[in-house]
């Protein structure tokens, strides 16, 4: 091993990458707009659409109802929504979002309250439908009064106190600071990013490198030159690497100018979109992030990133053409994302048989860190894991190098 | 000096099983001298070629390249040697200049020797116009003068051409031819590998006719000429492979 032609062969394919379209799209380009795009993008559309549905004053129609004329009146009189005539195809009209709801007063209701009796009041909505759920949610709320002021005007009848119907009150409070919060959010998306950027990052430099020469002729040439395989493999792997990495950084960087702005003048759209979602607080969507969890994030994966950059490279080498690799590289690619998405989902905790899956343990080790919890001794069995698992692919990559039936593959 | 001993090279193919791409070789390339490597489509050239440049390992025999081993001192063999073939291409997005350069580093030049040769191969060259445009712009004959600057850049002892004119017009093919024959006259062990006879008539001091992966004649032209009473070289090499064939 000769350092310096290590770093001759390093820096050439750092100068030449940094001319390729294809790898600075995805070590550079896409990390850094990705996170932009997400929280602008997504959030401004989702917060756009969620403040459209919410001034809208839902359609509905009362079905039955005709014995029952001051609940009608009620209901007709409510600023809260918009009451149609009914019509015998509701459920198509519900379907088809020209009603978002449909309420049905059974027959003799308002004589059945004062009887005692209890009549069920059925109402028909579209389940998942955001504007049809908004209906739904102002009728509830109109029932659930009517029935409070029949329970108070019972109770009054018989001079009890109101509370015997309701004899303690419950609230919530949040005691997570805002970080802490933003880490469970931001912690699920910003593993699974950084572990799909970082393979993408490796992915390009990887098949330029490797198949990518080898299709242009100019491998040959550089075994040609009286360097040894062993520098060469290790130069190209640096910047195979360094590709995998600055897609990570990129997109890091990005996150926090994006966090910085998004948190003096994108208060108010994301706020909303959140606090409709029913999260439990309505703090920013790109709350602050505790920087010494995003220092441990780093720290765990860069031992990732030299097993990607290496798996891609053997993987590539094998290759005779871009072409031929792309077609091995994409499916991994899936392979990578997967346990990634799980890692991503709620509910799915580290525990010691998690923290040796590769992986899923990155993802799952960085939503608690990010959410500041440190389970030192898991981190560092994913940590030791994930270095061992780099060594044996990076050996991988410089014993296939050397293979001639590899490089003159034909 | 060139010197390969029972050089045999065998491909294990799921297909064709085994293949003997060369086949017991034995051959020696005195300083000062080109010798023709002449021989058909598969007939093991290339192959050759790459274990004396140790791209391929042999799988029996010996070779010394100016003075050293193909197999136990490949990097010092390679440092002694410029190797151009066909498929030896020039990186797209390098200038000529970073190309070449690149390759002064590779075979451990300090940059200001780099430079000085450089300005020297690029006289000589008559490659100064187009030194610092990308390599991926160049016509066929700039692609290929860059790539002797880039073999040149060292100052081997040892010369490996492997079929240089494929595909070149014939102005861009007498370039190299020219050059080649600069080679020898610089002292310097040229092998020269084409399946076009005219040129081993022109070039080379010393013929090989290979076929098969076998070296199946060897001579300067005037020995071939006398061995197998024919003048034209075409009909000395179909006498050579067809008596192989019917044997
Ligand atoms: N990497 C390889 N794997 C398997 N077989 C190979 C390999 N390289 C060459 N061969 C086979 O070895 C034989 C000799 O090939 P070689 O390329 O040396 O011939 P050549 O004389 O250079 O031919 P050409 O004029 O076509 O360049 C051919 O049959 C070829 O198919
Ligand atoms: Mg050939």
Partial sequence: MNWHNIVTVYLKELKDSLRDRRTLLSTIIIPTLVMPLLTFGVGKVASTVINKAREETPSIAILGGEDSPAVVQQLRESKKFHVVPA???????????????AV??????????????????????????????????????????????????????????????????????????PEKVGG??????????????????AMYPA????????????????????????????????????????????????????????????????????????????????????????????????????????VAFTIALFAKSYKEAQSYLAPLMIVVILPAVIGMLPGIDLNARLALVPLLNLSLVCKEMLSGVWHWNYIAIIFGSSCFYAAIALALAVQMFKREDVIFRT | MIEAHHLTKIFRDKKRGEIFAANDITFRV??????????????????????????????????????FDVACEAEKVRANVGFLAA???????????????YFGRLNGMTDPAIRARLKQLSAELDMSEFLDRRCDKFSTGMKQKTSIARTLIHDPAVMIFDEPTLGL????????????????????????????????????DVIGIIHGGKLLAEGSLAELRQRFGETDMEEIFVKIVGEEGAS
């Fill in chain 1, 87 to 101: 019509t015998a195809n509701f459920k198509q009209l519900i379907t088809d979002k020209q009603l978002r709801a």
């Fill in chain 1, 104 to 177: 049905q007063i059974p027959a003799g209701f308002e004589a059945g309250l004062k009887a005692g009796a209890a009549p069920a009041v059925t109402i028909y909505h579209y389940e998942g439908e955001l504007k049809s759920q908004f209906g739904v949610g102002e009728l509830e709320r109109f029932l659930r009064e009517l029935r409070d002021k029949t329970v108070a005007d019972r109770l009054a009848e018989r001079s009890l106190p109101t509370t015997l119907a309701k004899p303690f009150d419950f609230k919530r409070e949040n005691v997570a600071p």
């Fill in chain 1, 184 to 201: 469970n959010l931001i912690g699920g998306i910003v593993p699974y990013l950084i572990i799909i950027l970082c393979f993408s990052g």
């Fill in chain 1, 207 to 310: 098949m330029d490198l490797t198949a990518g020469e080898k299709e242009r002729g100019t491998m040959e040439t550089l075994l040609c030159s009286p360097v040894a395989r062993v520098d060469i493999v290790l130069g190209k792997f640096l910047m195979v690497l360094t590709g995998s990495l600055s897609a990570m950084g990129f997109m890091l960087l990005s996150m926090s100018t994006t966090a910085f702005f998004a948190g003096s003048m994108f208060g108010g759209g994301a706020v909303r979109a959140q606090a409709v979602a029913n999260a439990p607080t309505s703090e920013s969507l790109i709350p602050m992030i505790d920087p010494i969890g995003l220092i441990g994030v780093v720290a765990m994966v860069v031992p990732v990133a030299v097993m990607f950059a290496a």
């Fill in chain 2, 30 to 67: 005195q300083p000062g001298q080109i010798y023709g490597l002449l021989g058909a489509n598969g007939a093991g050239k290339t192959t050759t070629l790459r274990v004396l440049a140790t791209l391929l390992a042999p799988t029996r025999g010996t070779a010394t390249v100016a003075g």
């Fill in chain 2, 87 to 101: 498929s030896t291409a020039l990186y797209g997005r390098l200038t000529a200049r970073e190309m070449i350069t």
């Fill in chain 2, 169 to 204: 017009d014939v102005m861009t093919a007498r370039a190299i031819v020219r050059f080649v024959r600069d080679c020898r006259g610089r002292g310097k062990t040229v092998i020269y590998s084409t399946h076009v006879m005219s040129e081993v008539e022109k070039l080379c």
